[in-house]
């Protein structure tokens, strides 16, 4: 069925039930947008996009598809490097995206990071020629999840517009405390020593086999946090290190205030001079979470641990720092 656009940007979710309900409805969203020639872009689980690819068939080639087990690892990347991306990449037309950030097997520590991405799309994208298509799972999602669908989506695919839609009321809502670890590592850094928060960073990373280049990731992540202390959260800041469910958490607090909702989640002209260290932090981690407030922010940087023959839980009762 064709959308309502009385907007410029239209962002309706998708409730589906099984596999043939959730196929028949993307590739009707897919090809009415491929006959009305715009360009379209398909971000999902990759189970769900060889569902779409098989109901397609042939036309498949003419659309971007992108398993989002990867692109969406971290909910704070889909923004800038998914949505923004393809958008960006045809100035002057109206595309359309399905985007499905949030399904059945998602942690209890990612999902607040997908509420407040589906609420941001909103800002990001307000007055753009954009159509963003988010299938929720239905039997598969909890019921808090799709009632909180309607707050970050101003309508229904194929019903009616939601009537609690309030996107800046989940951002906020889900901008709160972080829960404590049980134990970390814990260096306060200033410029005289930002290099060892780098190396306590590194040094877990290492002895829990990260790879040589994800190390370096690790490192740049903890270089960029470590600067944005400096330069906007009081001259210093802390940084503690843990392994949580099979993750490595890089934690960096200051006394700055992040008053922006989409810091972070532009996409940066690299020929432009100016600050793109939470891009970097969103790019390079798997998952990012952040509580900010007058006088303290806390960011939340998520790593997943390879597997190696190194159990876990050894690494991190290394006494070493």
């Known amino acids: 069925m064709a959308l309502m656009m009385a907007e410029p940007f239209v962002h309706p979710a998708l409730y589906y039930r099984g596999e043939r309900e959730y196929a028949v409805a993307t590739t009707a969203f897919i090809r009415e947008g491929l006959e009305a020639g715009e360009p379209v872009a398909v971000a999902v689980p990759r189970p769900n996009l060889k569902l779409i690819q098989a109901e397609l068939g042939p036309d498949a080639e003419r659309v971007r598809m992108l398993d989002m087990w ?3 690892r971290n909910p704070g990347r889909i923004i800038p490097a998914v949505l923004r991306d393809f958008a960006d990449r045809h100035p002057g037309r109206r595309v359309r995206i399905i985007g499905e950030p949030i399904w059945p097997g998602r942690t209890a520590a990612e999902l607040p990071a997908c509420g407040q991405h589906e609420a941001l799309i909103n800002l990001a994208f ?5 159509t963003i298509l988010c299938p929720y799972d239905a039997d598969g999602l909890d019921p808090a999840v799709l009632e909180e669908s309607e707050r970050t989506h101003p309508e229904l695919w194929g019903r009616e517009r939601t009537a609690g839609y309030a996107p800046l009321t989940v951002v906020d809502g889900h901008n709160r405390p972080l829960p404590e670890p049980e134990r970390a590592d814990m260096l306060r850094f200033d410029r005289s020593n930002l290099a060892d928060a780098r190396e306590l960073a590194a040094g877990r990373a290492d002895r829990l086999g990260f790879e040589r280049t994800r190390i ?17 959260g009081g001259g210093s800041g ?3 290190v843990w392994v949580e469910e099979d993750r490595l958490v890089c934690e960096v607090a200051d006394s700055g205030h992040i008053t922006d909702p989409l810091a972070g989640r532009r996409p940066v002209d690299p020929r432009k001079a100016g600050s793109r260290g939470l891009l970097i932090v969103n790019l390079l981690s798997d998952l990012v979470r952040i509580h900010t407030r007058e006088g303290l922010t806390v960011v939340r940087t998520y790593f997943d641990v390879p597997v190696t023959d190194v159990p876990v839980m050894d690494a991190q009762a290394s006494g070493e720092p």
């Open 70 to 72: 990867q692109a969406g």
């Open 126 to 130: 307000a007055g753009r020629q954009v």
């Open 216 to 232: 370096d990731d690790i490192r740049l992540v903890i270089a960029e946090l470590g600067a944005n202390s400096l330069d906007h």
């Open 238 to 240: 802390t940084l503690r």
